[in-house]
């Protein structure tokens, strides 16, 4: 969650730019793309091995 967060705020600038130019109609579009790709995202992580980082005190993530 936090992730998603960070990125929205990274790219609403942009994306308020891009309306600004384009109208809203394009920007609707790549909405519906993004919503469309996203949860063949989320099953994808289960193809990628798990990669715990190990913490000084030993503890992992």
Do not use: C, E
Request: glycine content about 8%; hydrophobic content about 55%; overall charge positive.
């Amino acid at each position: 969650m936090a992730a998603f967060a960070i990125g929205l705020l990274g790219f609403r600038p942009r994306m308020s730019q891009f309306i600004d130019r384009q109208g809203r109609k394009p920007a609707l579009l790549i909405g519906i793309i993004v919503i469309a790709i996203a949860p063949i995202l989320y099953l994808s992580v289960s193809l990628f091995p798990n990669i715990s980082i190990a913490l000084p005190t030993g503890l992992q993530l």
